[in-house]
Protein backbone atom coordinates (compact mmCIF):
# COMPACT_ATOMS: atom_id res chain seq x y z
CA UNK A 1 0.00 0.00 0.00
CA UNK A 2 1.00 3.42 -0.92
CA UNK A 3 1.31 5.96 1.65
CA UNK A 4 0.78 9.87 1.27
CA UNK A 5 4.23 11.76 1.49
CA UNK A 6 6.06 13.70 4.28
CA UNK A 7 6.49 17.30 3.05
CA UNK A 8 9.62 18.55 4.90
CA UNK A 9 9.51 22.53 4.91
CA UNK A 10 13.46 23.69 5.64
CA UNK A 11 15.69 25.81 3.43
CA UNK A 12 18.68 24.34 5.21
CA UNK A 13 19.68 22.07 3.06
CA UNK A 14 21.84 20.14 5.44
CA UNK A 15 18.91 19.71 7.63
CA UNK A 16 16.59 19.41 4.90
CA UNK A 17 18.58 16.76 2.97
CA UNK A 18 19.50 14.84 6.68
CA UNK A 19 15.58 14.26 7.43
CA UNK A 20 14.43 13.17 4.32
CA UNK A 21 17.59 10.44 4.18
CA UNK A 22 16.28 9.29 7.72
CA UNK A 23 13.06 9.13 6.57
CA UNK A 24 13.55 7.22 3.56
CA UNK A 25 15.95 5.05 5.55
CA UNK A 26 12.65 4.47 7.88
CA UNK A 27 10.62 3.85 4.84
CA UNK A 28 8.38 6.70 4.75
CA UNK A 29 8.05 8.70 0.97
CA UNK A 30 9.32 11.85 1.12
CA UNK A 31 8.89 15.20 -0.86
CA UNK A 32 10.77 18.57 0.20
CA UNK A 33 10.91 22.00 -0.33
CA UNK A 34 13.49 24.81 0.65
CA UNK A 35 10.57 27.58 1.64
CA UNK A 36 7.34 28.23 2.16
CA UNK A 37 6.31 29.29 -1.04
CA UNK A 38 7.97 26.56 -2.88
CA UNK A 39 5.48 24.65 -0.52
CA UNK A 40 2.30 26.34 -1.04
CA UNK A 41 3.25 25.96 -4.94
CA UNK A 42 3.48 22.40 -4.58
CA UNK A 43 0.30 21.23 -2.22
CA UNK A 44 -1.41 23.69 -4.96
CA UNK A 45 -0.54 21.64 -8.12
CA UNK A 46 -1.90 18.77 -5.99
CA UNK A 47 0.65 17.68 -3.63
CA UNK A 48 -1.40 15.71 -0.77
CA UNK A 49 1.05 14.81 1.94
CA UNK A 50 0.00 12.83 5.05
CA UNK A 51 2.03 15.32 7.35
CA UNK A 52 4.45 18.35 7.00
CA UNK A 53 7.68 19.15 8.68
CA UNK A 54 7.59 22.92 8.99
CA UNK A 55 10.91 24.83 9.83
CA UNK A 56 9.78 28.79 11.00
CA UNK A 57 12.61 30.89 10.03
CA UNK A 58 13.20 30.25 6.11
CA UNK A 59 13.46 33.66 3.34
CA UNK A 60 11.38 33.98 0.69
CA UNK A 61 8.40 33.15 2.87
CA UNK A 62 8.85 31.92 6.59
CA UNK A 63 6.76 29.14 8.23
CA UNK A 64 4.79 31.74 9.66
CA UNK A 65 3.38 32.96 7.10
CA UNK A 66 3.03 29.62 5.25
CA UNK A 67 0.77 28.48 7.99
CA UNK A 68 -1.49 31.40 7.94
CA UNK A 69 -2.15 30.62 4.51
CA UNK A 70 -2.23 26.65 4.73
CA UNK A 71 -4.94 27.51 7.67
CA UNK A 72 -6.88 29.91 5.30
CA UNK A 73 -7.35 27.48 2.37
CA UNK A 74 -10.13 24.69 2.86
CA UNK A 75 -8.30 22.29 0.71
CA UNK A 76 -5.30 22.57 2.77
CA UNK A 77 -5.97 23.13 6.24
CA UNK A 78 -6.06 19.79 7.45
CA UNK A 79 -3.34 18.91 6.48
CA UNK A 80 -1.26 18.04 10.13
CA UNK A 81 1.92 20.13 11.19
CA UNK A 82 5.16 19.21 13.01
CA UNK A 83 7.18 22.25 13.58
CA UNK A 84 10.56 22.15 13.79
CA UNK A 85 12.69 25.32 14.60
CA UNK A 86 15.54 26.84 15.86
CA UNK A 87 14.26 29.51 18.06
CA UNK A 88 12.12 29.31 21.10
CA UNK A 89 8.49 30.64 21.30
CA UNK A 90 6.31 30.66 23.90
CA UNK A 91 3.74 27.93 24.56
CA UNK A 92 0.75 30.88 23.11
CA UNK A 93 3.18 31.30 20.28
CA UNK A 94 3.64 27.93 19.22
CA UNK A 95 -0.26 27.49 19.79
CA UNK A 96 -1.46 29.69 17.69
CA UNK A 97 0.31 27.54 14.61
CA UNK A 98 -2.12 25.16 15.86
CA UNK A 99 0.54 22.35 15.04
CA UNK A 100 0.81 19.13 16.34
CA UNK A 101 3.96 19.85 18.24
CA UNK A 102 6.76 22.31 18.41
CA UNK A 103 10.06 20.29 18.34
CA UNK A 104 13.30 22.76 18.83
CA UNK A 105 16.61 22.40 17.18
CA UNK A 106 18.64 20.03 17.17
CA UNK A 107 15.74 17.98 16.88
CA UNK A 108 14.69 15.15 19.36
CA UNK A 109 14.05 12.33 16.15
CA UNK A 110 12.69 10.04 18.61
CA UNK A 111 9.80 12.35 19.32
CA UNK A 112 9.54 13.27 15.45
CA UNK A 113 9.32 9.50 14.44
CA UNK A 114 6.51 8.85 17.35
CA UNK A 115 4.66 11.89 15.16
CA UNK A 116 5.11 10.91 11.90
CA UNK A 117 3.72 7.25 12.46
CA UNK A 118 0.79 8.28 13.78
CA UNK A 119 0.05 10.43 11.19
CA UNK A 120 1.43 7.72 8.29
CA UNK A 121 -0.70 5.25 9.78
CA UNK A 122 -3.58 6.92 10.33
Known amino acids: ?8 VEDEIDIRETLM ?3 ELKGYTVTTASNGREALKRL ?9 LLDLMMPTMDGWEFRTRQLADPDLADIPVLVLTGAHYTSEE ?3 LQALD ?5 IDIGRMLDHVAG ?4
Open 94 to 96: AAS
Open 119 to 122: HVSS
Open 21 to 23: SFL
Open 44 to 52: EEGLEPCLI
Open 102 to 106: VLSKP
Open 1 to 8: MMTKPILI
